[in-house]
């Protein structure tokens, strides 16, 4: 049984009567579900997942004051709960993964933020997992709505002036890294600059990727299986990456490179972000940063987003 399927069977039939029967005056107060870190949270969560933090848990989440008022008994409750279901127990390394928490305070642990970002600077500063981590896995039951709206908030995506300004600094790193920098660095027998040079742009690209769907881009470990799944590009690009880590030859990763890189300009082409002819991404770039409306950030070196 996969971690986030489990837990909600958990939730259902032991969080929901601990709520009920034992608060019941803020069971309408109370919201559940399972969000955060964790590849159980991704839904990428296996048999090695199982070694921590992970098994039968949820989190509970509580207003400022109603978390004042009854946060440490729910959570003396919660504590009291079962920790074998189904076969399966709950290994613990990190506590803050499942809980009670107040929703303020769980948001900040992630964006450093106790609410949705208001203003563009506080967008184009919060790191993209960090987003990613905290609008994954699921929200159970969430009668009050305090925290689903924040939720939702940060799943409509950046705004697009801060979108567009990580697109166009996504084009020039992806560009400098793979299209200029790898074959330079092979050519000078520099094999350790050739090896970063590769991995920047496979780390780039994909977050590139998750711009252009409107998707946070995940913790490092799980970019590229998570890929797969993006309806632009996504097949695409995680096929062309699992092909430069089989190769060994610098010749047909250049070319990948190439590749992925054309591919993504006739989608960029497709959005109407530019109507250059180049190949060459990091043309594209300030291009791209150029439609960015507010003036301040349009300001901004291309190469920062």
Known sequence: MRGL???????????????????????????????????ECYGFDDEISRDHDWGPGFCLWLGKEEYQIVGRELQRQYDRLPRNFEGYERTVVYEHRVGVFEVGDFYAWFIGLSHSPQTLEEWLFLPEEALSKCTNGSVFIDPGGEFSEIREDLLRFYPEDVRLAKIAARCMTVAQSGQYNYMRSVRRNEDYAAQCAETMFCSDVLSLVFL??????????????????????????????????????????ADTFEEICVAVIEELRREGLTGLSSDFLLDHGPVIHDKIKDSRLRKRDVWVG
Not at 21 to 35: C, N, Q, S, T, W
């Open 212 to 253: 252009l769907n409107k998707r946070y881009t995940p913790y490092y470990k799980w970019r590229h299986r998570a890929v797969a799944g993006l309806p632009i590009l996504g097949e695409f690009v995680h096929d062309r990456i699992s092909a430069l880590l089989n190769t060994g030859s610098p010749k047909a990763k």
């Open 5 to 39: 399927e489990l837990c909600k069977k958990f939730f259902s039939v032991y969080g929901l009567s601990m709520i009920r029967d034992k608060f019941p005056l803020y069971e309408d107060r109370i919201a559940a579900g399972l969000v955060g870190e964790g590849s």
